[in-house]
């Protein structure tokens, strides 16, 4: 299994124990506006407890599934397809600087969806769905790695995957933003390192599998198409050193409701 797919398996293992927790709701006399607490639902009793309503009531069955050709259209394809569970989108390349400096970076975020039904509650922090980024930097002439991950609910805008006009995937203050047609920004920035690319796509969406229908196994598939030819500029800064640096990115996008067949170890 390669380093891919282990971040994958990992990224769905853990939005699937999230998926298992919901907020506690609070009391008619709490003066405190949709304050929660995590409450795992296997603490749920019997029918009559307050909480009764933790227990998991969206089934995979319930999400779409990708089972069958579908017409792509951009930019409305770059945005989350909530009526499927998993979704992501991955921003890899490599980058040169100007004193010779070789780095490798990645920028993906993982979208998890609770249920396929609309959010329907009044309060800010409500979510369908819960997102995971991950971001990585390689610093290739010194042997350094430098790695973060967040973890939000998309409520009160904290997380999210839109189209207006132009895709515009987000976690807090890592996003990437497509500006026009042709051209992406990627910004995500810790405590150790600060990634700024201006990307132009030089060769458009590819279509993996079917037309964009990638086969897993005989029961299992995804939707899934790439812009493998990312132009890139802009600056990256580890540990206080800032670089001015140029290359190419690959963007990945796949969503999906399927798991891998139980003789499979992974996509590649």
Request: hydrophobic share 35%; with cysteine.
């Amino acid at each position: 299994m390669n380093k891919k797919s282990k971040f994958i398996y990992l990224a769905v293992f853990l939005l699937t124990m999230l998926n298992s927790c919901r907020p506690a709701p609070l009391s008619a006399t709490s003066s405190t506006a949709e304050k929660s607490t995590l409450v795992p639902s296997t603490m749920v009793t019997t029918a009559t407890d307050e909480s009764v309503w933790l227990q998991p009531t969206t089934t995979v069955a319930q999400f779409e599934k990708a089972d069958q050709v579908r017409v792509f259209s951009f930019p409305t394809d770059h945005g989350a397809h909530s009526s499927y569970q998993t979704e992501w989108w991955y921003f890899t390349g490599s980058l040169l600087s100007e004193d010779g400096s070789r780095f490798g970076y990645e920028l993906t975020f993982f979208r998890r969806g609770l249920t396929p039904t609309p959010n329907v509650r009044s309060s800010d922090w409500a979510a369908v769905n819960i997102y995971m980024a991950h971001f990585a930097i390689t610093d290739v002439n010194h042997n350094q790695f430098f790695a973060d991950q967040r973890f939000s609910r998309e409520g009160d805008q904290l997380a999210g995957a839109i189209v207006n006009p132009y895709g515009h995937i987000w976690l807090e203050d890592w996003s990437a933003i497509q500006v026009n047609p042709d051209t992406w920004e990627l910004n995500a920035v810790n405590e150790q390192m600060n990634l700024s690319l201006h990307m132009t796509d030089r060769k458009g969406v590819v279509l993996h599998g079917d037309q964009g229908l990638s086969r897993k196994s005989a029961e299992n598939a995804s939707y899934y198409y790439s812009l493998p030819r990312l132009d890139s500029n802009g600056t990256i800064q580890l540990k206080g050193k800032a670089y001015s640096v140029q290359g190419e990115a690959w963007m990945d996008h796949e969503f999906s409701t399927s798991a891998l067949a139980p003789d499979q170890m992974g996509w590649d």
